[in-house]
């Protein structure tokens, strides 16, 4: 591979390209990053509807209910990632470009974390006051939002590109990739429970940045294998 | 002075021929160990003082627990090496192994809970080991619901592999937080360790079922892989000559 690459850029300017490229495409669409916000919204909302508006049970269920709403958002904006690019033969000509194909890919993702993930982590404290959080506990939801959601981002990737062009990959998505979100879920949570239970949660804060480094590593990879595996 | 080829049954033509006797002996190994197992578990084994006869679906539920984790490692490993190597056989050994690892999941699942009604008194307890087990099976299906979309078996292949791959680096991980999630949520009521000190024809009756599953999966694999073998491989000479012959 690399004797045919004699000039092969860098990493760092895949990476910048690829989040500029996603980034001005996203930003053109913005119905679509709305819509994924609108389901968070509702998701949340539907919780106090069907458990009933006890004050401390909102407050018990609260940091669990945002965080699997989150998780939601996340898989249902997940398809978005690679499919456009894969349908009309964009995804191929990255593939095939100079740029280290895993660069391009975490250029992607961050594109996508940013105009999905983190616009949840900062739309949530506004949600967390419907379930009664206090103030450090709305802070400690979005502290880890902001942590966890790149990582189901990462996570979400690698299924999104093993189930390109599959039909009903929505589905398929979501038994492949939710298992794997069960930790950032329980930590994420836990994280709240623990600032609402007056204790620190550095701890879980700090599981999260591990799982979050971790992904920043090793999932690029296994994406772009999946990716090419998609394209052969 | 010879060396020896590694990779000579690493072709399905050659691989092939083999798994039929060798299915076989694993499978009377299977029945005679299970047999045995059985007899022992069932009718040498003293009833438990504090269980009763409760305790004796342990025989089934344990060597079935272990199998269901064992199983998924040996499949990462033969998907790792059917991406290292492109060896499509490697790839036909981890697809024949997903649903009997995916088998032993549930049946640790069931057994487990019908053993949580009288030990625990309730079916289901969010217990960290009964957690992840459930999520494992989870794993087990994803896996195969994914090969069963993809048309394309290199494709299938491939992309499973990666996912399995993905899946086994995960498996700690979920397995510890969903213990630290369990410590967190309840206290130390409901504890798996009921016997402190297992009788010691317990222990041997509880290892020869898990021979008997060891032996079990290897006879089920084999003939799995001879069917996806023959499957896969049908356009090939030598499988209509051994459709020819068996005919």
């Given at each position: 591979?690399?004797?045919?690459?004699?000039?092969?850029?860098?990493?760092?300017?895949?990476?910048?390209?690829?989040?500029?490229?996603?980034?001005?495409?996203?930003?053109?669409?913005?119905?679509?990053?709305?819509?994924?916000?609108?389901?968070?919204?509702?998701?949340?909302?539907?919780?106090?509807?069907?458990?009933?508006?006890?004050?401390?049970?909102?407050?018990?269920?609260?940091?669990?209910?945002?965080?699997?709403?989150?998780?939601?958002?996340?898989?249902?904006?997940?398809?978005?990632?690679?499919?456009?690019?894969?349908?009309?033969?964009?995804?191929?000509?990255?593939?095939?470009?100079?740029?280290?194909?895993?660069?391009?890919?975490?250029?992607?993702?961050?594109?996508?974390?940013?105009?999905?993930?983190?616009?949840?982590?900062?739309?949530?404290?506004?949600?967390?006051?419907?379930?009664?959080?206090?103030?450090?506990?709305?802070?400690?939801?979005?502290?880890?939002?902001?942590?966890?959601?790149?990582?189901?981002?990462?996570?979400?990737?690698?299924?999104?590109?093993?189930?390109?062009?599959?039909?009903?990959?929505?589905?398929?998505?979501?038994?492949?990739?939710?298992?794997?979100?069960?930790?950032?879920?329980?930590?994420?949570?836990?994280?709240?429970?623990?600032?609402?239970?007056?204790?620190?949660?550095?701890?879980?804060?700090?599981?999260?940045?591990?799982?979050?480094?971790?992904?920043?590593?090793?999932?690029?990879?296994?994406?772009?294998?999946?990716?090419?595996?998609?394209?052969? | 002075?010879?060396?020896?080829?590694?990779?000579?049954?690493?072709?399905?033509?050659?691989?092939?021929?083999?798994?039929?006797?060798?299915?076989?002996?694993?499978?009377?190994?299977?029945?005679?160990?299970a047999a045995v197992g059985l007899w022992l578990g069932l009718i040498v084994a003293p009833t438990d003082a504090q269980q009763g006869e409760?305790?004796?679906?342990?025989?089934?539920?344990?060597?079935?627990?272990?199998?269901?984790?064992?199983?998924?490692?040996?499949?990462?490993?033969?998907?790792?090496?059917?991406?290292?190597?492109?060896?499509?056989?490697?790839?036909?050994?981890?697809?024949?192994?997903?649903?009997?690892?995916?088998?032993?999941?549930?049946?640790?699942?069931?057994?487990?809970?019908?053993?949580?009604?009288?030990?625990?008194?309730?079916?289901?307890?969010?217990?960290?080991?009964?957690?992840?087990?459930?999520?494992?099976?989870?794993?087990?299906?994803?896996?195969?619901?994914?090969?069963?979309?993809?048309?394309?078996?290199?494709?299938?292949?491939?992309?499973?592999?990666?996912?399995?791959?993905?899946?086994?680096?995960?498996?700690?991980?979920?397995?510890?937080?969903?213990?630290?999630?369990?410590?967190?949520?309840?206290?130390?009521?409901?504890?798996?360790?009921?016997?402190?000190?297992?009788?010691?024809?317990?222990?041997?009756?509880?290892?020869?079922?898990?021979?008997?599953?060891?032996?079990?999966?290897?006879?089920?694999?084999?003939?799995?892989?001879?069917?996806?073998?023959?499957?896969?491989?049908?356009?090939?000479?030598?499988?209509?000559?051994?459709?020819?012959?068996?005919?």
């Amino acid at each position: 591979m690399s004797a045919l690459e004699p000039t092969s850029p860098g990493a760092w300017p895949g990476v910048a390209w690829a989040l500029r490229r996603d980034l001005k495409l996203a930003l053109r669409s913005k119905a679509e990053l709305g819509v994924q916000l609108l389901f968070y919204l509702i998701v949340v909302t539907l919780f106090p509807l069907g458990v009933g508006v006890e004050p401390t049970m909102l407050r018990a269920l609260g940091p669990g209910v945002l965080w699997v709403a989150a998780l939601l958002a996340s898989l249902l904006a997940l398809p978005r990632l690679f499919a456009s690019d894969f349908s009309d033969g964009s995804l191929e000509q990255i593939a095939l470009s100079p740029y280290p194909l895993p660069a391009l890919i975490s250029g992607q993702i961050l594109a996508h974390w940013l105009t999905t993930g983190a616009p949840l982590a900062v739309l949530s404290p506004l949600l967390g006051l419907q379930f009664g959080l206090e103030g450090h506990e709305a802070g400690a939801l979005v502290a880890g939002l902001l942590l966890g959601t790149p990582t189901l981002s990462l996570l979400g990737a690698v299924g999104a590109a093993l189930t390109l062009g599959l039909a009903r990959g929505g589905a398929l998505l979501a038994l492949l990739i939710l298992p794997l979100y069960v930790p950032i879920l329980i930590f994420g949570a836990a994280a709240v429970g623990a600032t609402h239970a007056g204790m620190a949660a550095a701890g879980e804060f700090s599981v999260l940045a591990a799982a979050l480094l971790a992904s920043v590593v090793g999932a690029p990879i296994a994406c772009a294998t999946a990716v090419r595996i998609a394209l052969d | 002075m010879t060396s020896i080829n590694w990779f000579r049954y690493a072709s399905p033509v050659s691989f092939f021929p083999v798994t039929r006797r060798l299915a076989r002996g694993f499978g009377v190994a299977a029945a005679v160990f299970a047999a045995v197992g059985l007899w022992l578990g069932l009718i040498v084994a003293p009833t438990d003082a504090q269980q009763g006869e409760a305790y004796r679906i342990i025989f089934i539920h344990v060597p079935a627990a272990w199998m269901s984790m064992f199983i998924y490692a040996v499949m990462a490993g033969w998907a790792a090496v059917s991406l290292a190597l492109n060896a499509r056989l490697s790839a036909m050994m981890a697809q024949a192994l997903a649903p009997t690892g995916a088998l032993f999941t549930a049946i640790a699942l069931v057994t487990g809970s019908l053993w949580g009604r009288p030990a625990w008194g309730t079916y289901w307890a969010w217990d960290a080991r009964m957690t992840s087990e459930l999520i494992l099976l989870f794993l087990y299906l994803g896996y195969m619901a994914l090969r069963q979309a993809i048309d394309d078996p290199r494709r299938a292949d491939r992309a499973s592999a990666v996912l399995a791959l993905v899946g086994v680096v995960n498996l700690p991980i979920i397995y510890f937080s969903v213990v630290w999630w369990n410590t967190l949520h309840q206290g130390a009521s409901v504890s798996l360790t009921a016997a402190p000190t297992m009788a010691a024809i317990m222990l041997a009756a509880m290892l020869v079922m898990a021979f008997a599953a060891w032996f079990y999966t290897i006879a089920v694999v084999l003939t799995r892989v001879r069917a996806i073998i023959l499957e896969r491989e049908k356009r090939a000479a030598w499988v209509s000559e051994f459709a020819e012959a068996a005919r």
